[in-house]
């Protein structure tokens, strides 16, 4: 079994659709984590990611448009998705319930692709969270902070500079945070 990182934004990131490929064809299950990117792509979504889905003929929700993606590919084997309410659980059962390899269609593709530009173009820092950087040496909250520095660039909130001291640590001063200092001031 190998388990590996795996969202629409993520394409190509660490194994990426190559390695799932890869890990399938040679008999590997493959578990997919990360679908919504811990929530992030709901969490920050541009205006024009939502013009794309309301106008698109199939009517569907962001977060069915990823798993849905996800299960086309008839190498995926199970995707984890975490919930924190029931209303979650249910929609992620209905999602689940049509979920079946190859069931979108060249345009449907075409369409992730626009999605995926369009988060892109508004996207500064590939962070996808993972946490994989931490403890940072210099006590910085890398994540957190990149986390922070893509939602202002998303949503423009002036919240998420002044979140920004918060996050921290009392050791935070290292290149990384003199150099985002420079970013968000
Ligand atoms: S910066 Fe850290 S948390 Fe972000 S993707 Fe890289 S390893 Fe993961």
Redesign the pocket.
Known sequence: MAQIQLNILGETMQAGVEGLKYAAHKGLAVVIMEPLMGGYLLNNIPAEVNELIQSYPEKRSLVEWCFRWLYNMPETSVILSGTSSLAQLKENLRIFDHAAPNVMSDEDQEFIHKIRDAFESKKSI?????????PCPQGVA??EI?KLYNSYQLMNDPHDKLMYPGRRRPLARGSHARLLSTFLA
Request: hydrophobic fraction near 35%; glycine fraction near 16%.
């Open positions: 590939g962070c996808t969270g993972c946490w994989y950087c931490m890398i994540p990149f």
